[in-house]
């Protein structure tokens, strides 16, 4: 079971955004598998892709789109990624476009196509054309939960956020979606995820405030150290709320944290279901010199996989996380002055084992479902946060039999 997630989403409707799924059998039986977004008339669309040198064709197809037009509707299909398949793989992208912009009457560079599941299959383009008509047919704005459904592939649970804000006395609406549980890694964004609003927000202000929240949510959260081909996230604003934002409205913070929170929810609910997970972590480096040198330290301890077995295992064997620390690479890291918490308990103190410290306490910590790592450099006033998860047998069953 995820770490503290369960099956039901609460979600807001956001107008201007209406959607649905359907069972389309591009790879999975008896499940939906294609999801369809439809965004109102003169919606704004921002967007951030993987920088995975081998980036799914429906990357590729998605960037173009969106550098010559405003998105009319995003198509986004499970179960096979549609990613190192090459120029078939980008007909077959292009295709699915041209048939959702036939059935919708838009053109097909108004369509942005996403996928995720199985890497170097063809993607079959019938189902998609089989499909759709039925898709058309029954997009309403209450499908946010339905659509979390289908995207998924190995998640267990769907995955969705909302917040509500008040500017200028109406209320507006942020919703999102996201899927991910394993190959988690951040390298711009996110693995799959989709978020609308119902302010209206111009192109180039909409982009910055992607990139700010995707960095402090999206990019803090790992699993497993790996990063899709397909990573993709999508902010949409609708403008159907009657309020116009920009970073010179004096609420325009409120609406920014909004939305970041909505991104922070979806990232951490990303590693609480990672693949096999049984611990959800929180990394906190505190004191360092700059934020670059507090994330190297968090990533490697992050990565390390004798400690996310420790994690697994409920051993409060603290020289894994030590040496973790040590080998990330700081120069002159001072090592009396570091010291290393679980929760609220001193482990590492004065280059050593805290004098107070019992294996008795630390056991306890490690056998909580949630645990926060604290690791205090002692070299200055920068602090950042990552979240990750342990690594348990589960995991390497699931990958081991992925495509069975």
């Not at 079971?1 to 955004?17: K, Q, S, T, Y």
């Not at 409205?249 to 929810?265: I, K, L, N, Y």
């Not at 295992?313 to 080998?327: E, K, M, Y």
Request: charge should be negative.
């Amino acid at each position: 079971m995820p770490v503290g997630l369960d099956d039901r989403l609460h979600l807001l409707p956001v107008a201007g955004v209406r959607l649905d799924a359907a069972a389309a059998g591009i790879r999975y039986r008896g499940r939906d598998d294609l999801v369809l977004i439809r965004f109102a008339r003169d919606t704004e669309a921002a967007a951030v892709f993987t920088r995975n040198a081998f980036c799914a064709a429906p990357v590729l197809v998605a960037r173009e789109h969106l550098a010559v037009t405003h998105p009319r509707a995003l198509l986004i299909n499970a179960g096979n990624a549609n990613a190192g398949t090459g120029e078939e793989g980008l007909a077959a992208a292009r295709a699915t476009c041209v048939a959702a912009a036939r059935v919708l009457e838009f053109s097909p560079e108004e369509i942005l196509p996403f996928s995720t599941g199985v890497i170097g299959e063809p993607l079959p383009v019938a189902p998609f054309e089989a499909a759709l008509p039925r898709l058309v047919e029954g997009l309403h704005e209450e499908g946010w939960e339905r659509a979390a459904r289908a995207i998924m592939t190995t998640d267990t649970v769907p995955k969705g956020a909302s917040r509500c804000v008040t500017v200028e006395g109406r209320d507006i609406n942020v919703t999102g979606i996201a899927k991910g549980s394993g190959m988690i890694h951040p390298d711009m964004a996110t693995m799959l995820a989709f978020l609308a609003t119902d302010a209206r927000v111009a192109r180039e202000h909409l982009q910055m405030l992607l990139l700010e929240v995707t960095e402090r949510s999206f990019n803090r959260v790992t699993v497993d150290g790996d990063t899709s081909t397909n990573d993709a996230c999508v902010l949409a604003a609708t403008g159907r709320s009657g309020v116009t934002l920009d970073p010179s409205h004096p609420e325009w913070s409120h609406f920014a944290t909004a939305v970041e929170a909505v991104c922070v929810q979806l990232a951490q609910a990303m590693a609480r279901d990672g693949e096999g997970a049984t611990k959800f972590i929180t990394i906190r480096v505190e004191g360092g010199s700059d934020p670059r040198e507090c994330l190297q330290v968090a990533w490697t301890v992050a990565h390390s996989p004798l400690v996310k077995t420790a994690f697994f295992a409920s051993d409060p064997n603290w020289g894994r996380i030590l040496a973790a620390v040590g080998r990330a690479g700081l120069q002159e890291l001072d090592i009396s002055r570091v010291e290393i918490w679980l929760d609220d308990l001193c482990i590492v103190r004065d280059g050593g084992r805290d004098p107070a410290y019992t294996e008795e306490e630390g056991q306890m910590v490690m056998e909580q479902e949630e645990i926060v790592v604290t690791i205090r450099l002692g070299r200055g006033t920068a602090a950042e946060t990552v979240w990750t998860t342990d690594l348990s047998h589960e995991y390497v069953r699931i990958n081991a039999e992925y495509r069975t």
